[in-house]
């Protein structure tokens, strides 16, 4: 039954498939649905509306707003909580990670108290950042010797991206050794192959390089992470349980007793001198196999891993589309690490961590604002709440998109008196924003200049929310940035992203656990 007053399809109320029928015609064509919930909104000519896609249940209300979005986000917290849309995504995988409990589950405050010290900046730039930067440098390793083979030939740098991610978690969060790692392994292979049988370079067909079976653990994570639900996913489930049990005990050894160790060097590290501290306090016996920590740790696997992956994805599209930004980028980066390119070496970790390079800033900002990795921030109404004018029953979930209006195409002319008190009293500076084109990749559009010429980055310059907002926006955000950054610069010092050929170029997306781009092929050429 609709919700009165706000718009709907009308032939959806004609059929117990409410929007389903319309909505499968539109996967024939692409494989995406956020945007086709975006665009009922551009349809319907409102900022808020209402889609029927589960039979039987209350409809979705879709919001496309900045102003609402962040309000809903962070001053209505008593009335939207985290949505059982989550749950049902995460529960197959990991029960008892906070991601699947609401703000008021009994269990969430000791959840979150468990990992609270992982995002400080502390931990993230002294123990966390060197993990991602040799990664970093193991993929650039294996990108050299794949771009010399291609002989600036395409080739698709998906798994690559993926592998990395995984290998940096593998020994950041679980502490394993670098020899378990993807791309190691891949590397070792490819040196050893028989060259391609193809290596014409005034052909533009993408190289396909040989690989070698990843190592199980990896193959295990990806496995689970790409299909939750599957029977299949058992084996993955038990090799991946075996070495998180593993890595507990052995952590319990090392940090119990006399002479017991008293650094942390990966994420389980603190979990486990967490556990043994509050076990000493409580005079009890530590606990550190409980469901809790196993699917907190897991919880950087699936948290981390693919939304990371995916926003790197679109940078690098970026920089290849926009060879102006790429260029200034690369010019930004060498002025300010100058010590490094006087010396012919790359940035070390601790010089990127520290830096705070407008352009490159901007450049995130910018890639966050329109890679919108994940095309929608769901909430579920605690109790009978109104937006926009419109009561919204309580158990509605409430989708606030942020690949749309608003975002990145000039929002609806909204009647301020319809917004709630809390609403209409923010101050995002979005009166400042520029909004005739929004839907390009601009980097420029977050840079100041003040009177003496010097640049700087003005955060709230244009809507950018990929990370969400309030008290359940993520909570990797710290290290989702980080990554980025260590893997941008680090790239774009050492390789040019050429140009793509029209056929290997395109803005659609691929929805997998995050939003992908369709195309991911790169072009590289040595940048030094
Ligand atoms: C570019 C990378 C990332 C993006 C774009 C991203 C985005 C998001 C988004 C949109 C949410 C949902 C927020 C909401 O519902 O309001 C979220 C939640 C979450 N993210 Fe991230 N994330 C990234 C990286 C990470 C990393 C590296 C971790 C590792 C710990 C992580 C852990 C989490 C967790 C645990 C939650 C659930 C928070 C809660 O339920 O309170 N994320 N993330």
Same mark, same amino acid.
């Given at each position: 039954k609709p919700i009165p007053g706000i718009p709907y399809n009308l032939e959806a109320t004609k059929t117990i498939l409410g929007d389903i029928p319309a909505l499968t015609r539109h996967l024939s064509s692409t494989k995406e649905v956020f945007p086709w919930m975006c665009f009922q909104n551009i349809k319907l000519k409102s900022p808020i509306i209402q889609l029927f896609i589960k039979p039987l249940s209350k409809p979705w209300v879709i919001i496309t707003d900045y102003k609402e979005a962040q309000d809903i986000l962070t001053r209505r917290t008593k009335e939207f909580d985290r949505s059982p849309? %989550?749950?049902?995504? %995460?529960?197959?995988?990991?029960?008892?990670?906070?991601?699947?409990?609401?703000?008021? /589950?009994?269990? %969430?405050?000791a959840n979150r108290k468990l990992i609270q010290g992982m995002m400080s900046p502390q931990f993230v730039n002294d123990i966390l950042a060197p993990q991602v930067y040799s990664a970093t440098e193991m993929l650039i390793e294996f990108w050299k010797v794949k771009s010399e083979l291609a002989q600036g030939r395409p080739f698709d740098l998906r798994d690559d991206i993926i592998e990395t991610l995984l290998d940096t978690i593998s020994v950041s969060t679980f502490g394993l050794s670098r020899s378990h790692g993807a791309i190691s392994a891949q590397l070792a292979f490819l040196r050893g192959a028989p060259s391609l049988s193809e290596t014409d370079p005034t052909t533009i067909t993408p190289v396909e390089f040989p690989r070698t079976q990843r190592p199980p653990l990896i193959d295990a994570f990806i496995t689970?992470?790409?299909?939750?639900?599957?029977?299949s996913m058992r084996r993955s489930k038990a090799l991946k349980e075996a070495m998180i049990s593993q890595q507990l005990t052995w952590a319990l050894r090392r940090f119990s007793g006399k002479g017991a160790e008293q650094t942390s060097t $990966?994420?389980?590290? /603190?979990?486990?001198?967490?556990?043994?501290? =509050?076990?000493?306090?409580?005079?009890?016996?530590?606990? $550190?196999?409980?469901?809790?920590?196993?699917?907190? *740790?897991?919880? %950087?696997?699936?948290?981390?891993?693919d939304t990371t992956g995916s926003t790197l994805m679109w940078a690098i599209k970026y920089l290849s589309e926009n060879q102006d930004a790429q260029s200034r980028l690369r010019m930004s980066l060498r002025d300010s690490f100058s010590t490094a390119s006087e010396k012919a070496r790359k940035p070390t970790v601790r010089e990127i961590t520290k830096a705070r390079i407008p352009y490159l800033e901007a450049f995130l900002e910018e890639t966050f604002r329109m890679a919108? #990795?994940?095309?929608?921030?769901?909430? #579920?109404?605690?109790?009978?709440?109104?937006?926009?004018?419109?009561?919204?029953?309580?158990?509605? /979930?409430?989708? =606030?998109?942020?690949?749309?209006?608003?975002?990145?195409?000039?929002?609806?002319?909204? /009647?301020?008196?319809?917004?709630?008190?809390?609403c209409a009293s923010l101050r995002d500076g979005s009166e400042q924003w520029e909004l005739k084109d929004m839907n390009l990749f601009r980097p420029e559009r977050w840079l100041v200049t003040d009177q003496n010429g010097n640049e700087s980055v003005n955060h709230s310059a244009a809507p950018q929310m990929l990370f969400s907002l309030g008290p359940r926006s993520c909570f990797g955000k710290r290290?989702?940035? *980080?990554?980025?950054?260590? =893997?941008?610069?680090?790239?774009?010092?050492?390789?040019?992203?050429?140009? *793509?050929?029209g056929e290997l170029i395109s803005d659609d997306g691929i929805e997998k656990f995050t939003r992908q781009p369709r195309l991911t092929f790169v072009r590289l050429a040595d940048a030094s």
């Open positions: 849309y %989550f749950s049902d995504i %995460f529960h197959g995988v990991m029960p008892n990670h906070h991601i699947t409990m609401s703000s008021t /589950d009994e269990r %969430f405050p689970l992470t790409q299909s939750m639900v599957l029977p $990966c994420v389980l590290d /603190d979990i486990v001198r967490r556990e043994i501290k =509050l076990a000493e306090k409580e005079k009890r016996v530590p606990d $550190c196999q409980s469901r809790t920590i196993f699917d907190e *740790l897991y919880g %950087f696997v699936t948290g981390g891993v919108v #990795t994940i095309p929608s921030h769901v909430r #579920t109404a605690t109790e009978d709440v109104v937006v926009l004018g419109h009561v919204i029953p309580k158990g509605t /979930d409430v989708f =606030l998109s942020i690949n749309g209006p608003g975002f990145t195409s000039p929002g609806f002319d909204i /009647d301020e008196k319809k917004r709630s008190e809390s290290l989702g940035q *980080l990554n980025m950054r260590v =893997l941008l610069v680090l790239l774009v010092w050492h390789f040019e992203f050429l140009p *793509l050929p």
